[in-house]
């Protein structure tokens, strides 16, 4: 463990960095507020710059994280927790429970980590979601799906990002991806006797919304717009962001998400929400208590002014967050793919003459000699480049995402 001379800035512990493009934002904002320590299996690297001191656990389970904690703690006082990363939210939680600091009481993180649980919780509070069954074997989700009606989302219990989200319309689709949805790895997780997750398909748009809640309050930040790709999965493809989305306002929405953060005892942190815009009104599809991925939050900070790393990390230590919009802008973000399985890379980047004013990143994710898939084979990993854009309308906004998708340039080996 290493520690540098403390400063007057508060001290957060941070539970595993992340991917480099899809966390280092936030990181680098809350290291201008806060000292960082970061609680994480592996030595840091591009992370050392944002950081007071780290501690590298054997991994990163609820004991070694804990015992870190506390040895960070028995020096220095501790102001927050916090963790970004689906499988750690838990062990953040734990940390804030055995220290006193701030934070949602671990019972109910789990209750978002467990999609089963998660629905139960809801079912009992009769708040809308789709209907569902869990199976724990093939006979057992063939006969959830004939009851619920064809066709069904098959999902796994506690897993994140769609791995295994797949819609299936009929036994034999079923009986084709049940093993892999089942056999969906997730670190850190209970042991579950039944651990597919069958629901009823709802066939309509679906947002994500960012939120911060203090106290049992959610202030609703972020609406996040999705496209999906690659049918019968559910692979996150791009989202747009509008600083005026009138889901941030609307009173239907607003009371939905207050009484899903109450049913599930969530108080204090921040959430990422995923509804479906159905005609009856929206219904939930899953909480994730934590910030949301894909780079939404940054879609939000381009398109607001708001800032999503010194949001969350004021609500991990007792603060109030500063939410106030300081920009009304719209911002999208497009994710690229390789053409087929196990595709080797030969060259890749953007095109980038006469580009639109809108256009805010361009960046390739693989170089020559990787090989990635599409799903269902690969799924963040089998990205190989993203592109944003920042403009004043919306239409201007995905002009400029268009015209990186026709910007981009790639080759690959044997063509």
């Given at each position: 463990m290493t520690l540098t001379r403390p400063d007057d800035k508060p001290l957060l512990l941070i539970i595993t960095s992340g991917l480099r493009r899809y966390r280092e934002y936030l990181l680098a904002s809350i290291a201008g507020r806060y000292r960082v320590h970061l609680i994480d299996a592996t030595a840091p690297t591009w992370e050392l710059p944002y950081l007071s001191g780290h501690s590298v656990v054997p991994d990163t389970g609820a004991g070694p994280v804990l015992a870190a904690a506390r040895e960070v703690a028995a020096r220095q006082p501790v102001a927050g927790v916090m963790s970004w990363h689906e499988e750690h939210i838990v062990q953040a939680a734990l940390v804030a429970g055995e220290l006193g600091l701030p934070g949602t009481p671990p019972d109910a993180v789990r209750r978002c980590r467990d999609k089963y649980a998660t629905r139960t919780a809801l079912a009992e509070a009769d708040l809308p979601q789709p209907e569902f069954a869990l199976a724990g074997s093939l006979e057992e989700a063939l006969a959830a799906a004939d009851k619920l009606g064809w066709p069904v989302v098959i999902k796994p219990r506690a897993a994140g990002g769609s791995q295994g989200v797949v819609l299936v319309h009929d036994a034999d689709e079923?009986?084709?991806?049940?093993?892999?949805?089942?056999?969906?790895?997730?670190?850190?997780?209970?042991?579950?006797?039944?651990?597919?997750?069958?629901?009823?398909?709802?066939?309509?748009?679906?947002?994500?919304?960012?939120?911060?809640?203090?106290?049992?309050?959610?202030?609703?930040?972020?609406?996040?717009?999705?496209?999906?790709?690659?049918?019968?999965?559910?692979?996150?493809?791009?989202?747009?962001?509008?600083?005026?989305?009138?889901?941030?306002?609307?009173?239907?929405?607003?009371?939905?998400?207050?009484?899903?953060?109450?049913?599930?005892?969530?108080?204090?942190?921040?959430?990422?929400?995923?509804?479906?815009?159905?005609?009856?009104?929206?219904?939930?599809?899953?909480?994730?208590?934590?910030?949301?991925?894909?780079?939404?939050?940054?879609?939000?900070?381009?398109?607001?002014?708001?800032?999503?790393?010194?949001?969350?990390?004021?609500?991990?230590?007792?603060?109030?967050?500063?939410?106030?919009?300081?920009?009304?802008?719209?911002?999208?973000?497009?994710?690229?793919?390789?053409?087929?399985?196990?595709?080797?890379?030969?060259?890749?980047?953007?095109?980038?003459?006469?580009?639109?004013?809108?256009?805010?990143?361009?960046?390739?994710?693989?170089?020559?000699?990787?090989?990635?898939?599409?799903?269902?084979?690969?799924?963040?990993?089998?990205?190989?480049?993203?592109?944003?854009?920042?403009?004043?309308?919306?239409?201007?906004?995905?002009?400029?995402?268009?015209?990186?998708?026709?910007?981009?340039?790639?080759?690959?080996?044997?063509?």
């Open positions: 079923l009986a084709d991806q049940f093993a892999a949805t089942r056999d969906v790895h997730v670190p850190h997780n209970p042991d579950f006797a039944e651990l597919v997750l069958v629901e009823e398909y709802l066939d309509a748009p679906e947002v994500s919304v960012d939120a911060v809640v203090r106290g049992g309050r959610v202030t609703p930040l972020f609406v996040g717009r999705k496209e999906v790709g690659f049918p019968p999965y559910f692979e996150e493809t791009g989202h747009r962001v509008s600083a005026d989305d009138p889901l941030l306002h609307d009173p239907q929405a607003l009371r939905l998400l207050t009484g899903i953060h109450r049913a599930l005892g969530v108080t204090d942190g921040w959430t990422h929400t995923e509804l479906r815009l159905t005609a009856e009104g929206p219904k939930l599809i899953e909480v994730n208590g934590r910030v949301g991925g894909d780079l939404i939050p940054y879609l939000g900070l381009r398109a607001t002014g708001t800032d999503p790393g010194l949001a969350a990390a004021d609500v991990a230590c007792g603060a109030e967050p500063d939410t106030a919009p300081r920009r009304d802008a719209h911002a999208a973000i497009r994710f690229f793919y390789p053409p087929a399985d196990d595709t080797r890379i030969a060259a890749l980047d953007f095109d980038r003459t006469e580009l639109p004013a809108a256009i805010d990143l361009l960046e390739p994710l693989v170089g020559p000699g990787d090989v990635v898939s599409p799903p269902r084979k690969g799924l963040i990993d089998g990205r190989i480049a993203l592109a944003t854009a920042v403009a004043d309308t919306a239409a201007e906004c995905a002009a400029a995402i268009d015209h990186a998708a026709r910007a981009l340039r790639l080759t690959v080996e044997g063509s």
